[in-house]
């Protein structure tokens, strides 16, 4: 068991990382509520609205636009179920946002057989030497932040990183069902 960490002591990796950022999403839903008059929005009419606009302006997107022009690699792969639920189907609609600003960011679906050797929980792996595991509550809100380091302790995450990374499929190549009801 590793450290609990702060939101300002997890938010201030993002920028003091020196090689790389990777991280594993395993859930079909996040509850963000920053996240959701966008989220409803798009599920109601398909409309993105402020999103482009945020991806250009959030705070987010400039660090990763700004740290890639550094040399830093920011890297993600989502394990997803299909049809796709509604938020990673909003999710993979803003994931170019991401991807213009420094992200490769790839999909893996839930169905592909080594997800059965990938663990259950969302995490970031920073630098290839810590990593920050991300707990949810039952309605899928992230509550706690958990760091985790050691040689012995990290290396299970860098084989699922690896794993993870050898059987995803770039966004760019990755045509996901989505759900019946988002075609209307």
Request: aromatic share 14%; net charge negative; glycine share 4%.
């Amino acid at each position: 068991m590793g450290r609990f960490l702060s939101e300002e002591e997890f938010s201030a990796q993002f920028s003091g990382f020196e090689r790389s950022a990777w991280k594993l999403e395993v859930r079909d839903r996040y509850n963000v509520p920053e996240e959701a008059e966008t989220l409803h929005r798009f599920l109601d009419t398909g409309d993105l609205g402020r999103s482009k606009d945020h991806a250009r302006t959030s705070p987010w997107h400039r660090n990763v636009t700004a740290t890639t022009r550094q040399g830093k690699v920011w890297q993600r792969v989502r394990v997803v179920s299909e049809p796709l639920s509604g938020y990673i189907a909003w999710e993979h609609a803003v994931t170019r946002f991401n991807i213009e600003a420094g992200e490769d960011i790839r999909w893996l679906p839930r169905s592909h057989p080594s997800v059965a050797e990938l663990p259950d929980l969302d995490f970031w792996l920073f630098d290839d030497s810590w990593v920050c595991v991300l707990h949810f509550d039952s309605d899928d809100v992230p509550r706690e932040l958990e760091r985790i380091d050691g040689t012995d302790e990290v290396a299970p995450y860098l084989r699922w990183r690896d794993i993870a990374w050898k059987h995803a499929v770039p966004h760019n190549e990755f045509a996901p069902q989505v759900p019946g009801w988002f075609d209307n």
